[in-house]
């Protein structure tokens, strides 16, 4: 038995590579040309993962355990430290994010209003050859 593929199934070759949004596919060329953003993106990827959570679950109960033999005061500013530029790589990250959107949401109004003209052409033009073939059957 045979699978048959409807004529309206989009079909893709599977060699070829998936293409991304052009908006996707902008920022990340943007994105690769500022190391301080790779940076960014990088730091950001390891705060927002568990490995980042259970490595500070050992250095810190290790700290507190061994190293210290009273760690809050310095514990606390480290904490507050990183507490400070975490947030700001979070905010870093939702900047991105909007910006992201934004174009993306510029690209699909453009593409919207692009097949909405085409749309009204075609329109007009099966009202013309509608008009013209019935003018010519009715006489």
């Known amino acids: 038995m045979t699978a048959s593929v409807s004529p309206m199934a989009p079909t893709s070759p599977p060699d070829r590579p998936q293409e991304h949004h052009p908006a996707i596919a902008k920022q990340r060329a ?3 040309q500022n190391l301080q953003l790779r940076i960014a993106d990088v730091i950001t990827s390891f705060a927002g993962s568990m490995t980042f959570v ?9 700290w507190m355990l061994v190293v210290e033999p009273n760690p809050w005061p ?22 991105r ?43």
């Open 30 to 32: 943007q994105r690769a």
């Open 54 to 62: 259970y490595l500070h679950t050992v250095l810190f109960t290790v």
């Open 97 to 139: 994010a909007a910006a992201f959107q934004q174009a993306k949401a510029d690209h699909d109004f453009n593409e919207q209003e692009l097949e909405l003209k085409t749309n009204t052409e075609l329109t007009r033009a099966i009202h013309a050859m509608t008009t013209e073939l019935h003018s010519r059957l009715v006489t």
């Open 74 to 95: 310095k514990l606390t500013l480290i904490v507050s430290l990183e507490a400070i530029f975490l947030s700001t790589f979070v905010m870093i990250g939702q900047n």
